[in-house]
T-cell receptor, first 111, second 111 residues
Framework: GESVGLHLPTLSVQEGDNSIINCAYS??????FIWYKQESGKGPQFIID?????DKRQGQRVTVLLNKTVKHLSLQIAATQPGDSAVYFC??????????FGQGTRLTINP | DAGITQSPRHKVTETGTPVTLRCHQT?????MYWYRQDPGHGLRLIHY???????DKGEVSDGYSVSRSKTEDFLLTLESATSSQTSVYFC??????????FGQGTRLTVV
């Protein structure tokens, strides 16, 4: 599959461990944030979202934390599995349906 | 994939030829977007639509045009393809306050 980024930050974790992927966003007025997962050769897949009036949201094995004070977003994946290996990137909505995407982090799960 | 279909999935074309990519959605989302994804650049917005016949430029619109004659279809046209337009193209749909979903992508190679 095609590469989504030649020099992406990388994170390697052992299968079964928890992983945390971080994202700094740029616009303090952004009101909505999304985390995507992109596997090689596929389109970005929605994982979880959070609105700016929240600081934490949980899904199945994933948690997103939002710190508006420092404009920081994180994605926590619990009990990682081999299928979690992918590029993860965040997006912020900074104006009427305009999403700004981060470059992404490549997560590798080691057996 | 939230009812988003891109066609073709792969295309090889010669420099100077016109190319049209199609994005079809079945969710009746008002907003539709075209992005290109290149190593080192992430997702960059080409054009977007906020309704039938309503379109606007994104950050990398030069050399591209779009049309939206009905809600479900958003077409991206390269009037005269150049090698710099070799990329992976993604369509996205969205509605106010809902998650944004991507298609599976079209890999375009201009030789």
């Amino acid at each position: 599959g095609e590469s989504v980024g030649l020099h992406l930050p990388t994170l390697s974790v052992q299968e079964g461990d928890n992983s945390i992927i971080n994202c700094a966003y740029s616009n303090s007025a952004s009101d909505y944030f999304i985390w995507y997962k992109q596997e090689s050769g596929k389109g970005p897949q929605f994982i979880i979202d959070i609105r700016s009036n929240m600081d934490k949201r949980q899904g199945q094995r994933v948690t997103v934390l939002l710190n508006k004070t420092v404009k920081h977003l994180s994605l926590q994946i619990a009990a990682t599995q081999p299928g979690d290996s992918a590029v993860y990137f965040c997006a912020e909505r900074s104006g009427a349906q305009k999403l700004v995407f981060g470059q992404g982090t490549r997560l590798t799960i080691n057996p | 994939d939230a009812g988003i279909t891109q066609s073709p999935r792969h295309k090889v074309t010669e420099t100077g030829t016109p190319v049209t990519l199609r994005c079809h959605q079945t969710e009746n989302h008002r907003y539709m977007y075209w992005y290109r994804q290149d190593p080192g650049h992430g997702l960059r917005l080409i054009h977007y639509s906020y309704g039938v016949k309503d379109t606007d430029k994104g950050e990398v619109s030069d050399g591209y045009s779009v049309s939206r004659s009905k809600t479900e279809d958003f077409l991206l046209t390269l009037e005269s393809a150049t090698s710099s337009q070799t990329s992976v193209y993604f369509c996205r749909t969205g509605s106010q306050n809902t998650e944004a979903f991507f298609g599976q992508g079209t890999r375009l190679t201009v030789v």
